[in-house]
């Protein structure tokens, strides 16, 4: 495998390093004068021009419309009248997320002309927040796999070795924020999409609870409530800011009421161990088998972990996930059954692949949704009962490094043979269980490929989980390092 080159993020010195600073730092200067918004979009056009063409990251582009709203974000600055931490800050929309201006295909031909009437509510709160959104970025056909490849746009690849993928569904959002197209990312997370990604490319990757990031005016849902909007950042800062501005409660979501309700007040618990937090670290899911790299990197991590001063145990997860299992591929093949009966139009066009998954779908009882709609709920009780007793968990974000960017999973790990989900044991549960997780790098593999931790915690628990990433982050020597793509020392 090819050793690949990375290189310290610096503070940008002129224009040509424009691309690599971090949202904070554009918002600081763009308040000191320093940087225009305008300068910062004609840097980021540039790069997205220097690599997207190896990338396939960014499958949809508004550079016009880019350029006129950093023109109106500089005069917002101009008048010290920023209308947010975000206000000209540039990033990327995953192409499942409804934007009114540009088509979302969802990955698949039969969507390729459709564009919505208006924004889905995270992008229009994204506008509001006066971000510059640059385009739409690729992902698997209706975002259900664990790599990015589809029939309309082709495979993204995986800025750290362009043979590989970036994971995916997320996979365009990781690969264009991880070679310095944007800063942040806006990406979405129904079984681990954002988190996998994320620790494939050396970003921080969050879901956030289910109903934290309020949604309306999206796509049909595939994944019964699982799928929530998250961000992809190269710190947890940025993360977090991009989070704080998309996050609150909407009328038309009334999940959103629970997760605002939810994160006031913090339980005592969690008040009188602010500083000393009980950390359960699992490393591995039923026997799954785990690369040997990544679960020594992540073995190797809770020592930070603990010298920050919270009590780090190792064991199992005290939970049965077994129904997971039969559970998750049902979810699909039902969800796509019910798209193409509510849209006839875009079985049409689509792959086989999910033709076959919708005929499945179509064949299944009533009574097996039922019961794993019963089996969730559950879950997510004996979740109340877990964090009762760890105020954290912690595990490797994927059992796999990244695989040849035109395969859909990789079928060996750890010398073991596995199906479809093996790479992504980790994550799909937390998604059923609706909690908050957060991806963080660990100490890139002997061929220096990106690989992370995800930490868990309760519902509602959001800002806990950030806390602890930016404690975390700060006291680690793996916060964002550049893929040599697009420099100069390119290998």
């Known amino acids: 495998m090819k050793r690949v080159t990375y290189h310290l993020e610096e503070p940008a010195t002129g224009q040509a390093d424009v691309w690599r600073l971090s949202a904070a730092q554009l918002h600081r200067q763009y308040l000191e004068g320093m940087l225009t918004p305008r300068a910062v979009a004609d840097a980021c056009l540039a790069r997205l021009d220097a690599v997207n063409p190896q ?9 016009e419309a880019f350029l ?18 975000l206000d000209g800050v540039p990033v990327s929309i995953k192409d499942n997320l409804q934007t009114g201006d540009l088509p979302t295909t969802w990955g698949s031909p039969a969507l390729r002309q459709h564009v919505a009437d208006n924004d889905e509510l995270p992008v229009a709160r994204l506008r509001a927040a006066g971000a510059l959104i640059i385009g739409k970025t690729n992902l698997p056909e209706f975002a259900l796999e664990g790599y990015t490849d589809n029939s309309l746009f082709g495979a993204t690849v995986n800025p750290w070795d362009l043979a590989l993928t970036p994971g995916g569904s997320s996979g365009g959002a990781v690969a ?5 197209v944007t800063p942040i990312a806006l990406g979405t997370d129904g079984g681990g999409s954002i988190r996998r990604p994320a620790s494939h490319c050396g970003l921080v990757g969050f879901k956030p609870s289910i109903g934290s990031i309020a949604r309306d005016g999206g796509l049909p849902s595939l994944l019964l409530d699982f799928e929530v909007a998250g961000p992809l950042a190269r710190s947890v800062i940025d993360a977090r800011t991009l989070f704080n501005v998309l996050r609150g409660p909407h009328p038309n979501d009334r999940r959103s009421y629970a997760a605002e309700s939810a994160k006031t007040p913090v339980p005592e618990a969690c008040e009188s161990r602010a500083t000393s937090l009980r950390i359960l670290y699992v490393p591995t899911l039923d026997n799954a088998p785990v690369d040997f790299r990544i679960a020594t990197r992540c073995h190797d991590a809770m020592a930070t972990l603990r010298e920050l001063g919270h009590d780090v145990q190792q064991g199992e997860l005290p939970l049965d996930l077994s129904f997971m299992t039969q559970a998750w591929p049902v979810i699909g093949q039902v969800g796509l059954a019910r798209l193409f009966q509510r849209h006839p139009q875009w079985r049409e066009a689509c792959s086989t692949k999910y033709l076959d998954m919708a005929e499945q779908g179509s064949r299944h009882e009533a009574s097996l949704l039922w019961q794993i709609i019963e089996d969730v709920e559950a879950l997510r009780r004996d979740c109340v009962d877990l964090f009762s007793e760890y105020d954290i968990l912690i595990t490797p974000a994927t059992a796999a490094l990244p695989w040849p960017a035109g395969e859909a999973f990789p079928p060996i790990i750890a ?7 093996g790479h992504a044991v980790f994550t799909a549960w937390v998604n059923a269980a609706g909690l908050p997780a957060l991806a963080v790098p660990v100490a890139p593999s002997p061929e220096g490929l990106p690989m992370g931790i995800q930490m868990i915690s309760r519902y509602g628990a959001d800002d806990l989980l950030l806390d602890l990433g930016e404690a975390y982050e700060a006291a680690s020597p793996w916060a964002h390092r550049w893929p040599s793509i697009g420099t100069t020392s390119a290998q």
Not at 176 to 180: E, F, K, L, W
């Open 176 to 180: 264009s924020v991880a070679a310095g």
């Open 68 to 85: 006129r709203d950093a023109d109106a974000s500089a005069e917002r600055y101009a008048r010290g009248q920023p209308l947010s931490p």
């Open 55 to 63: 990338l396939n990251a960014v499958i949809a582009r508004r550079d």
């Open 415 to 421: 010398g073991q043979p596995v199906g479809p989900r």
